[in-house]
């Protein structure tokens, strides 16, 4: 069974930098894409970013600036860094697993439970 | 930038009745591309349909998806006490980029 958990500080101030930890068990971050997605009232379910494990990442374009995502796949966990928080920033943070099946159809089927950030 | 318009805000039905819900694309769309979600408080969305019609792992078959262009439909036929939770519509383009719609309360 594929499980993530997100692990990280509850409560950011502004300015500051937020760092979060996926750990991914029952699936090997070398296979697939990994997600960073939040949640919040005002913004709704927004697509952080996506890695690969050797490194290639996609950020969304409203948050480029601010993010950076790595992995270390000798721990079978990936990470989210953003930065310049403000309280716009407030949310549940959420990690996934990207799959695309042999179509090419893209889904995220995993997630984590999610982790609030309070900035 | 793809923007997913949902509809009804709110969809207020009863336990064995038919839940039809609307996911709109602010541009035509690839079939391929469109999934939907639930959620239901405290927990994670979970992945429903993919590819417009494919239904994911372990979802029941009165979960149906439909549509093209820009109009997608998530028809639940018998609606379960299970069943009533936020609905999102997801759409994925090759930026890549991924776009969740606002949702559907199914109460």
């Known amino acids: 069974q594929v499980q993530l958990q997100e692990s990280g500080p509850g409560l950011v101030k502004p300015s500051e930098t937020l760092s979060l930890t996926c750990t991914v068990s029952g699936a090997s971050i070398t296979r697939d894409y990994w997600s960073w997605i939040r949640q919040s009232p005002g913004r709704g379910l927004e697509w952080i970013g996506q890695?690969?494990?050797?490194?290639?990442?996609n950020y969304n374009p409203s948050l480029k600036s601010r993010v950076t995502m790595s992995a270390d796949a000798s721990k079978n966990q990936f990470s989210l860094k953003l930065t310049s928080l403000t309280a716009a920033d407030t949310a549940v943070y959420y990690c996934?697993?990207?799959?695309?099946?042999?179509?090419?159809?893209?889904?995220?089927?995993?997630w984590g439970r999610g982790t609030l950030v309070n900035v | 930038e793809i923007v997913l318009t949902q509809s009804p805000g709110t969809l207020s039905l009863s336990p064995g009745e038919r839940a039809t819900l609307s996911c709109r694309a602010s541009q035509r769309v690839s079939s391929n591309f469109l999934a939907w979600y639930h959620q239901k408080p405290g927990q994670a969305p979970r992945l429903l349909i993919y590819?417009?019609?494919s239904r994911a792992t372990g979802i029941p078959e009165r979960f149906s998806g439909s549509g093209s262009g820009t109009d997608f439909t998530l028809t639940i036929s018998g609606l379960e006490p299970e069943d009533f939770a936020v609905y999102y519509c997801h759409h994925y383009d090759s930026s890549p980029m991924f776009t969740f719609g606002p949702g559907t309360k199914l109460e």
């Open positions: 890695i690969f494990y050797s490194g290639v990442t």
């Open positions: 996934a697993r990207d799959c695309y099946d042999t179509s090419g159809r893209p889904y995220f089927d995993y």
């Open positions: 590819g417009t019609s």
